[in-house]
């Protein structure tokens, strides 16, 4: 039985099961699936994850913020993201991805509404394997600003368990869509975290008082953990397990190629008014 609203649970859901791309073909996805939705399409409910690792810049990250150098060695890609907020790190094992997208109407007009709505599955899946979660209540003060996980928490959008940041979520919403992504911290790699970005003075200690993963908080493996969420992103509405079609590929593909992959998208200046 699902929980969402009729507006949302009686429209044709597909479940993407953990799809593994580059951080650029991830965001283009999640364009492309808006923009299914928007035409009459499925709605999308999707786990992903990052291959190669990925840093993903917030919309108006500075770019000198990232250590380029140390990417380029370590054979990390650099993308951006639509959504705002500081650079995450996505390990390819250690962080859980996931995306909703439906149309902008079939959803709450109010943001804070809109974020307890689709937050929803993600408590209960982080929940469902034994940890104690919930959006962040006290105030946890900024310790670095172009890190997203060691910005100033937000009680719409972020989760803790045990007092450190497990999970943040993002949406940006278009004319006609709206796609709410988070990243899910299965295991803390502070180190590769840190080393991403430039001019902090920011230790590994430090960023694990922030930042915990759920495999230090429940004995689950990444796959049932995997599962989990899928199963329980697909109970919320009531989704049939489907997949992206051939011209939807072909669409991200090209989306890739001009924009998401490009200097004048990840390496724009901030300033810019570019989309």
């Not at 999308?44 to 770019?63: F, I, M």
């Not at 060695?73 to 250690?94: A, F, L, S």
């Not at 509404?113 to 599955?121: G, M, V």
């Amino acid at each position: 039985m699902n929980d969402a609203p009729d507006a949302i649970a009686d429209r044709e859901w597909r479940l993407i099961r953990e799809d593994v791309h580059s951080g650029a073909m991830q965001m283009a996805l999640d364009e492309v699936a808006a923009e299914t939705a928007a035409a009459g399409g499925p709605r999308t409910v999707r786990v992903y994850s990052w291959k190669p690792s990925c840093l993903s810049l917030g919309y108006g990250q500075d770019p000198e913020t990232v250590d380029w150098d140390y990417c380029e060695r370590e054979g990390i890609d650099v993308t951006r993201r639509p959504t705002g907020g500081g650079g995450i790190y996505h390990d390819n094992y250690g962080d859980v991805a996931y995306s909703i997208v439906a149309p902008k109407a079939e959803l709450p007009g109010d943001l804070m509404d809109c974020y307890h709505l689709l937050c929803k599955p993600i408590l209960d899946a982080i929940r469902s394997v034994g940890v104690d979660v919930d959006f962040v209540e006290d105030d946890m003060p900024v310790i670095w600003h172009p890190a997203c996980y060691l910005r100033a928490l937000h009680p719409a959008h972020d989760m803790v368990a045990e007092g450190r940041k497990v999970a943040g979520n993002a949406q940006y919403r278009r004319r006609d869509a709206v796609i709410q992504h988070g990243s899910l911290t299965y295991s803390v790699d502070a180190e590769t975290h840190l080393g991403v970005h430039e001019g902090h003075d920011v230790t590994p200690e430090e960023f694990r008082e922030r930042v915990v993963g759920i495999d230090e908080l429940a004995d689950v493996s990444r796959e049932a953990f995997v599962e989990e969420l899928e199963s329980t992103l697909a109970d919320f509405v009531e989704a049939e397990e489907g997949s992206w079609t051939d011209d939807e590929l072909d669409k991200a593909r090209q989306r890739v190629e001009e924009k998401y992959d490009t200097d004048d998208w990840v390496r724009r200046n901030p300033q810019s008014k570019s989309a």
